[in-house]
């Protein structure tokens, strides 16, 4: 991985201010949180059963996985492996205010002033929260799968892996890599699905990712694999 989304490269991606951190209000769609909902309606329920096994690997706050839940998936989880997005997930691990830091309200784009010595306002859906997971999908192991999901024996692996936007941080080289992983995660007729920002460049934030391909190149990298689909993550309409 040639990068990893820390809180620097974060902010200099999403254009948050120094004194914001990422939350809801700030995310791949400019219409917020419910984008995401439309994300889940729009690329994923087609063809998915709602009891599938469910697994979102870059899940950041979790917030395709809020959707997919709300749309009736009950057996939905995510797993990302940087510790910025993590520390987003409890209460307890939330940057703290250096007194200059400004809450936006997620509904109402309000802002609000937080305390020095406050920590940043918990995003995470409470029910959400149990269904998330600090794991790399490469070295996640059948038994750290058990314990994170509760599923047991051969139910311990997924009938849809989605890749949340993961696929632009790794070098053509990588790539294989991660394919292999969600196959050897993937229960039988398994199918993975990598929601990608066609023609993404790192190197436009000064960052050496993947390259900026659009599905065609990045459907040509799969080997011949039938069961990966890339969709476009953008132009989720209402």
């Known amino acids: 991985m040639s ?28 219409n917020g949180v419910t984008s995401w909902r439309r994300l889940v309606q729009q690329r994923i329920t087609q063809g998915t059963l709602n009891t599938a ?56 784009k309000d802002q609000s002033p937080i305390a020095s010595g406050q920590r940043w306002p918990l995003e995470v859906r409470a029910d959400v929260r149990p269904l998330l997971g600090q794991f790399d999908v490469r070295t996640m192991t059948v038994t750290q799968i058990g314990t994170f999901t509760g599923l047991a024996g051969a139910q311990r692996s997924f009938d849809l892996i989605i890749t949340e936007d993961v696929m632009t941080n790794y070098t053509p080289g990588e790539v294989e890599s991660i394919y292999a992983a969600c196959d050897s995660k993937l229960a039988g007729g398994g199918q993975v699905r990598h929601l990608v920002t066609p023609g993404w460049d790192s190197s436009w934030y000064g960052l050496s990712g993947g390259a900026p391909w659009d599905l065609a190149q990045w459907t040509a990298s799969l080997g011949g694999r039938t069961n990966h689909q890339f969709q476009d993550i953008t132009g989720v309409t209402s």
């Open 3 to 30: 990068f990893t989304y820390d809180r620097a490269t974060t902010k200099t991606i999403y254009g948050i201010p120094a004194e914001h951190e990422y939350g809801r209000w700030n995310g791949t769609f400019a």
């Open 53 to 108: 096994r469910i697994l979102v690997v870059g899940c950041g706050l979790g917030l395709l996985v809020e959707g997919l839940k709300d749309e009736g998936f009950s057996r939905a989880w995510g797993i990302n492996l940087n510790d910025y997005f993590r520390s987003f997930w409890d209460q307890a691990t939330c940057p703290l205010s250096d007194g200059t830091m400004r809450y936006i309200d997620p509904v109402t």
